[in-house]
């Protein structure tokens, strides 16, 4: 399967348009995983994952597209794509902030 409109995205940040990057393992009977960490996924199309994207970028999130962009067929275990967000924001939003209050 590599006809890239399902994309395939884990529990881990880990996500591609490329099924063959996905490694069956025997202890989740076959269902396409992770390659780095095992997680088992879930499957959408592309246009329903650019849609959701695109959908929390705006108007809350700038930066959001590209961010997931950069985390394609990257595993970061146990942190989902979420939380690493999460974390990320945090330092932009340091880094723009300025830090002069008294
Ligand atoms: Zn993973």
Redesign the pocket.
Known sequence: MNDKSQIWY?F?T?WTDDWDFLKPTPENKGIPS?P??G?VGFQMTIQDWNQGIAKYEVPDNPGYAVFVTELKEK?H?KTTMLELWEQKKGVLAKEVSPEEEE
């Open positions: 884990g881990c880990y992770c780095e960490c997680s595993c275990g």
